[in-house]
């Protein structure tokens, strides 16, 4: 695997910015570590980070660079500070910048497949709510999307601001508006599922993880409940885990053995 550090100017951001990118290269000789490339272009995972991080966390917390090598799979990983992945109210274009500018960016730089069965998407907490959001408002894009521990129910959380402290309640309006009131937009997960669920056209299959013992748990079983009275193809793992990096390096190999790669 080849690692990179890329820093690069987003126009539509107004700024610089940066991306952590694993390159798949196929080697015999690596100890402990077997690599595979697929010819021409690469397959690529587009892994998001939650809130509190950044765009190299999944490579300091998880092993997804030795994880990703056996699959030969690009892996490329934005930085999108505290945005939740929206064009915010207050704030940079952060949906804007990961749908259009990101990838276009992305594949000028590196040989990456435009193919949508050759691209997946995924996240943890707040990146699994923009794994999904992305997945769901742009499915000619993905063959597959994945969410561990994610903050699928937003609208729901918050409806109950009343419960927020002030410096999350002062975030959340920054990003989403002084009401906070996303129901029924594209920035609610559940309304969402109602208008693509039964839709014509491709779906990217789905993968939902969340501990049982995670303050997000209700979250998910309300996004599964929904998902549930749609066509989406949809696997849902609930098991023993909280809202840490133990379960997330575990579930992140999950997630990779359950997307559909097919052949090199």
Known sequence: MALIQCHFFSEVLGLSTSMTVILPQKTKGQIGMEGEASQGRHKTLWLLHGLSDDDTIWLRRTSIERYAAPYGLAVVMPQVHRSFYTDMHH?????TFLTEELPEIARSFFPLSERREDNFVAGLSMGGYGAFKWALRRPEMFAAA?????ALDM?????????????????????????????????????????????DGPKPKLYQ??????FLYQDNLNFTEACRKTNYDLTVVYDEGEHEWGYWDRHIQRVLEWLPLGGS
């Open 91 to 95: 704030g940079g274009k952060y949906w």
């Open 146 to 150: 994945a969410s561990l521990s994610g």
């Open 155 to 199: 609208a729901g959380r918050l409806k109950r601001k009343q419960d927020m402290d002030p410096d999350s309640r002062a975030m959340f309006e920054q990003i989403f508006g002084p009401d906070l009131d996303i129901t029924g937009t594209e920035h609610d997960l559940l309304w969402l599922l109602g208008q693509t669920g039964r839709a």
């Open 209 to 214: 993880c969340c501990g049982m013992g995670d």
